[in-house]
T-cell receptor
Framework: EPEVTQTPSHQVTQMGQEVILRCVPI?????FYWYRQILGQKVEFLVS????????KSEIFDDQFSVERPDGSNFTLKIRSTKLEDSAMYFC???????????FGEGSRLTVL | RKEVEQDPGPFNVPEGATVAFNCTYS??????FFWYRQDCRKEPKLLMS???SGNEDGRFTAQLNRASQYISLLIRDSKLSDSATYLC?????????FGTGTRLKVLA
């Protein structure tokens, strides 16, 4: 069964460092998402991406964040200068059509020291 | 007011019990609705989509009431393996909004 894959599964970084989280969405999906979940809290929307551009972003997704689809398969989330409060699980998701169910990757746990 | 609201629980129920979860959403422009299940420190996994006509999948029944902006999930004959957090998810355009989740613990 096709699945969304994410790397790394866990990354530890120092405050102020740049981090890139990678995702390979399901191959025939057209809509891509990043969510984050701080430990013990709700799943929060960060950004949606369609047709090679951001379709919507939340207030969390400030200038420190960027997304890119550098080739036909990868979808990346970059955090330019990490803060302690960026420590969270980051989930990538994709869907074939707007309004259909989201398929999630297993997540990338980011720890900022 | 939160866009998607759920009772966080926890709901502690004995094996075999029937349990119901509710969810309300505030934006009437919301288009599609889902229940996801999340185990501790894992990714959300689709449990079922929710339709106005109601839908059932084995022991699970979901219902949508658009007029009241209300979604429900009923679990019959609870199993120990049903212990998890149940997430109500509402789609509006390019955005899927998650509720805080309702924790369920099924006790032996």
């Amino acid at each position: 069964e096709p699945e969304v894959t994410q790397t790394p599964s866990h990354q530890v970084t120092q405050m102020g460092q740049e981090v890139i989280l990678r995702c390979v969405p399901i191959s025939n999906h057209l809509y891509f998402y990043w969510y984050r979940q701080i430990l013990g809290q709700k799943v929060e929307f960060l950004v949606s991406f369609y047709n090679n551009e951001i379709s919507e972003k939340s207030e969390i997704f400030d200038d420190q964040f960027s997304v890119e689809r550098p080739d036909g398969s990868n979808f990346t989330l970059k955090i330019r200068s990490t803060k302690l409060e960026d420590s969270a699980m980051y989930f990538c998701a994709s869907t074939p059509y707007e309004g259909r169910e989201l398929f999630f990757g297993e997540g990338s746990r980011l720890t900022v020291l | 007011r939160k866009e998607v609201e759920q009772d966080p629980g926890p709901f502690n129920v004995p094996e075999g019990a029937t349990v119901a979860f509710n969810c309300t959403y505030s934006n009437s422009a919301s288009q599609s609705f889902f229940w996801y299940r999340q185990d501790c420190r894992k990714e959300p996994k689709l449990l079922m989509s929710v339709y106005s006509s109601g839908n059932e999948d084995g022991r699970f029944t979901a219902q949508l009431n658009r007029a009241s902006q209300y979604i429900s999930l009923l679990i019959r004959d609870s199993k120990l393996s049903d212990s998890a957090t149940y997430l109500c998810v509402v789609n509006r355009g390019y955005k899927y909004i998650f509720g805080t989740g309702t924790r369920l613990k099924v006790l032996a």
